[in-house]
């Protein structure tokens, strides 16, 4: 699947860009995995990447919180693929993109995530080493995990 990326800071994304973002967030966070309140104030410190399809439907996004938010390196979260666009590595090709634009951005800086333990090999994959014991969050087991600078 081709996507074309937006990358946008919370401020500079419109309304139909943060309308299809939230609207896919819902329906993968709260309506697949169980509800829990997914906008923070986290969003408005992040820079946002979304992915659309030819068509010009949403089929992935993540953000990147600002480092000293959540952590004190950049951190890649709310990383979500629509349904019909997994399997064929849209979440790969999103997870590359967001850790691109974070080595861009922070270049001397590692990148932390709190992923979803079950995902502890895919972030692997991708230079992410575990750096903490399970833990729950949303009832859902997670881990965290950096991705040293470079």
Same mark, same amino acid.
């Given at each position: 699947?081709?996507?074309?990326?937006?990358?946008?800071?919370?401020?500079?994304?419109?309304?139909?860009?943060?309308?299809?973002?939230?609207?896919?967030?819902?329906?993968?966070?709260?309506?697949?995995?169980?509800?829990?309140? %997914?906008?923070?104030?986290?969003?408005?410190?992040?820079? *946002? #990447?979304? /992915?659309?399809?030819?068509?010009?439907?949403?089929? &992935?996004?993540?953000?990147?919180?600002?480092?000293?938010?959540?952590?004190?390196?950049?951190?890649?979260?709310?990383?979500?693929?629509?349904?019909?666009?997994?399997?064929?590595?849209?979440?790969?090709?999103?997870?590359?993109?967001?850790?691109?634009?974070?080595?861009?951005?922070?270049? %001397?800086?590692?990148?932390?995530?709190?992923?979803?333990? *079950? #995902?502890? /090999?895919?972030?692997?994959?991708?230079?992410?080493? &575990?750096?903490?014991?399970?833990?729950?969050?949303?009832?859902?087991?997670?881990?965290?995990?950096?991705?040293?600078?470079?």
């Amino acid at each position: 699947m081709m996507l074309t990326w937006t990358w946008a800071r919370f401020d500079d994304l419109g309304v139909h860009a943060l309308h299809d973002a939230l609207a896919l967030r819902c329906k993968v966070f709260i309506l697949e995995q169980g509800p829990y309140q %997914d906008p923070d104030e986290a969003d408005k410190k992040s820079y *946002h #990447l979304l /992915g659309y399809d030819e068509a010009g439907a949403l089929q &992935a996004c993540l953000r990147v919180v600002d480092p000293g938010v959540n952590y004190p390196e950049p951190s890649i979260g709310r990383v979500v693929t629509a349904k019909e666009a997994r399997g064929n590595g849209t979440g790969r090709a999103l997870m590359q993109e967001g850790i691109a634009r974070c080595s861009q951005a922070w270049p %001397d800086r590692g990148i932390r995530i709190s992923a979803q333990a *079950h #995902l502890r /090999g895919f972030y692997g994959s991708l230079g992410f080493e &575990a750096v903490s014991d399970e833990y729950l969050e949303d009832h859902i087991p997670h881990i965290e995990m950096l991705r040293k600078a470079g």
